[in-house]
Nanobody, 118 residues
């Protein structure tokens, strides 16, 4: 069983930055892919970014390319999401997820709220 715990959410003004963290515990595999998703009220869950544990290959959703950066610290078993140039439309609950391959995630965190004021 894998446990994921997100932190780092909060309230920030438009144009500001936040860094989210996702601490991973339990049994994982070096081939796992870690990802961030978000869901705003009344909207469907949206893919934000993903990274492979092993080689660190990164993937991004179109709406965050050039503004967000995903990274991982294997020793700390933590995945980060650096969010810059935040916009009000980035407001959502952000979830960390992991799975054995890109697009197939079977473990999810509880989410952390990010609110961007205009």
């Amino acid at each position: 069983q894998v446990q994921l715990v997100e932190s780092g959410g909060g309230l920030v003004q438009a144009g500001g930055s936040l860094r989210l963290s996702c601490a991973v515990s339990g049994r994982t595999f070096s081939t796992y892919v870690m990802a961030w998703f978000r869901q705003a009220p009344g909207k469907e869950r949206e893919f934000v970014a993903a990274i492979s544990w092993s080689v660190g290959r990164e993937y991004y959703g179109d709406s965050v390319k050039g503004r967000f950066t995903i990274s991982r610290d294997n020793a700390k078993r933590t995945v980060y999401l650096q969010m810059n140039s935040l916009k009000p439309e980035d407001t959502a609950v952000y979830y960390c997820a992991c799975g054995r391959r890109l697009g197939a995630y079977d473990n999810w965190g509880q989410g952390t709220q990010v609110t961007v004021s205009s």
